[in-house]
């Protein structure tokens, strides 16, 4: 069934004047819609791009016109005035490796139970280890006095790979003789 619409206009009562309101109602809509579809105001990203941008230039240009020596190994005639009381004042990569063995270093110490029977056993390689740690800060000493070396810096290195290695053998000399005791005490009881 179709409807003619010019008929049915006509049949219905045609408004002549609008609502008071009408007008108003009208500018609500229009404010609504302008509102929904406004693009976003991206003025403070622009602007933080902008400051991000000017402060990495000022960073890279106060690189390039004020360069800084980086070399870890670079030694002036004020540097060899200071006093080295580690590897860590020679090289951040020195240090890592210092810290490395002494940590290691302790952690095997701390490990030892000091008992009756290997007491002796201990005196003997704590001695020993009290002479790689005298000559190790001879070897300090002596970058404090010359130049730095990689003779000297590979001696502090394979001093401390000495200690180490020590404690392991200390370590494994009093699991033999822990395991001797344990074999002596199993026999007693049988």
């Not at 309101?21 to 302008?34: A, G």
């Not at 290997?118 to 001879?138: F, G, M, R, T």
């Amino acid at each position: 069934m179709k409807v003619d619409l010019r008929e049915k206009l006509k049949k219905q009562k045609v408004m002549k004047t609008l609502p008071k309101d009408h007008r108003n109602h009208f500018e609500q809509l229009l404010q609504k819609e302008l509102h929904q579809n406004s693009k976003k105001n991206y003025t403070f990203l622009q602007i933080a791009a902008a400051v991000l941008i000017i402060f990495s230039l000022g960073i890279a240009g106060n690189q390039l016109f004020n360069p800084t020596d980086t070399q870890d190994f670079v030694q002036t005639e004020s540097d060899s005035k200071k006093n080295i009381k580690s590897m860590a004042d020679i090289s951040p990569d020195l240090k890592k490796v210092e810290d490395f063995y002494l940590t290691r270093i302790n952690y095997q110490i701390s490990k030892i139970t000091i008992t009756d029977e290997n007491k002796e056993l201990l005196e003997v390689y704590l001695a020993e280890l009290s002479d790689l740690k005298q000559e190790y800060d001879n070897l300090k000493m002596q970058l404090n006095n010359e130049e730095i070396s990689e003779a000297v810096i590979d001696g502090l290195i394979e001093n401390l790979q000495l200690r180490l290695q020590l404690l392991r053998q200390l370590k494994k000399k009093l699991e033999i003789i822990d395991n001797i005791k344990l074999q002596q005490n199993e026999n007693n009881q049988v």
